[in-house]
Every structure is written in C-alpha cells, then in structure tokens.
C-alpha cells in the first residue's frame, strides 16, 4: 500500500514481491547477526586490557573466522538464485500488454484485443483533484486483472528507461532497439504506482506509471468499452 511517510518496502501486491520481502528480511537477520558478532568482538579486543594469544596467532581461529564467511555467503547465495530463476519465468500469460517509454510519457498496446493503443501522461499540478497523488497519478492507467498471469514487453523509442513498480517487485529497462520482457501477477484489486527508475533527461521524475487491478469481470467491459472507442 502506497502511504505518506513509508520508510520500509511497500506491502507486496504479488507473489513476487512476496519473495523479495522473505528474501529481504532474511538477509537483514543474518546481517543484524554478523553486525552484532564482529562488534562484540571489537569491544572486547579495544577494551580489553589483556590480549588472548590464541586469537591474534592461532590457527584454529583462523579457520573459524575463514569457513564461517563462506558458509554464510551460501545461505544468502543459494534464496538470491532461486529468486532469480523465479523473477525470470514466464507462465503462460493470459495477457501480455507492449509498453513504450518516450521522453516523457508511457504508450501502452494492448495488441491482444484488436490493437488497443493509448498514452499515459502525469496529471498537471492545475488539473490535479483533491484525491490525486501529486508527481504520481496519470490520465490513463494500464487496467488489468487481477489473479490473471500478465506478460509486460518493454521497449523505448528514444533513451533508456526503467519500467517500475515497487509493490509488485517489478523492474525492468525499456532499451532502445531491444524487447525486455516480464511477468507478474496481482493478487489483489487495487491502484498500484511507480515511476521510471532509470535518469533519462530533464523530465525524468514526470512519467509516473499507474495499474488499476480490477476483477476480471470489469476488466472485459472495460475492454469492450476500449474496442468500441
């Protein structure tokens, strides 16, 4: 949920940033752990008057202090590449929507349902209403399904960009001359915001990117809606 003041991850809108956020807390835990460890062991050698000779010239301390590494290297390694091999799979999308990033603005093409073509532009400070988020909303959003699996294809007519949404663990760069693709699924209905995360010129901070997740039902009227226009 997007809300004022959030210092921490966003609350996981899909399954993926489900595992971002176990990936996450557990390697803070192990962190928090090595932090406490090494400090504990600073103070006492600082303030410690005496000196244990077996911990400065020993050798069974060196190995401790060279296997623990390596073995906490792997309980962060082995999550860190299952999460990478899940972040890249692509499971029979029921959509799959082309989005194009311009200097400064998002073109979205729903190329599955007779060629459903629009452009998302940020809302002007003058035209913004009372229940807008400044810099963020948009006066066309990307409306999907939820619980439906959807595959996104990036590209950009101009500069890189970076295709972002952080409550859905999704980011991905929009390349000049290349098709990027990914796949995600939302779990709940609701307005999800994010922004291009890539510096691509004056107006970088003015191309928000909105997704309205609705019922599936809704979302083939809106649809029906889209083709008549």
């Not at 809300?3 to 996450?24: G, I």
């Not at 093409?109 to 060629?115: A, H, P, R």
């Not at 890189?160 to 709940?188: C, E, M, Y």
């Not at 003015?206 to 019922?215: H, L």
Request: net charge negative; charged share 15%.
């Amino acid at each position: 949920m997007l809300t004022w003041k959030t210092l921490l991850l966003q609350d996981s809108a899909s399954p993926l940033m489900e595992q971002l956020s176990f990936f996450h807390d557990h390697t803070l835990m192990i962190l928090v752990i090595i932090t406490v460890l090494v400090g504990q062991l600073m103070i006492m050698l600082f303030f410690n008057q005496f000196i244990h000779r077996y911990l400065l010239e020993g050798q069974i301390i060196e190995i401790i202090w060279t296997i623990l590494p390596a073995i906490t290297l792997i309980f962060i390694a082995i999550p860190s590449l299952r999460l990478i091999y899940i972040l890249d799979e692509i499971n029979n999308p029921m959509i799959t929507i082309k989005t194009i990033g311009h200097q400064w603005y998002w073109s979205y093409e729903y190329t599955d349902f007779k060629n459903i073509e629009f452009d998302s532009y940020m809302i002007p400070m003058n035209e913004m209403k009372n229940f807008n988020f400044r810099l963020l909303d948009v006066d066309n959003r990307i409306v999907i399904p939820y619980e439906s699996q959807i595959r996104m294809l990036i590209t950009a007519a101009d500069v890189i960009h970076s295709w972002t949404i952080p409550s859905l663990g999704v980011k991905i760069d929009a390349t000049p001359g290349r098709l990027n693709q990914i796949s995600f699924s939302i779990n709940r209905t609701g307005l999800f915001y994010g922004q291009c995360s890539e510096i691509c010129g004056a107006n970088h901070s003015f191309m928000p990117i909105v997704i309205e997740s609705i019922s599936p039902n809704y979302f083939i009227k809106w649809i029906s809606k889209m083709i008549e226009i």
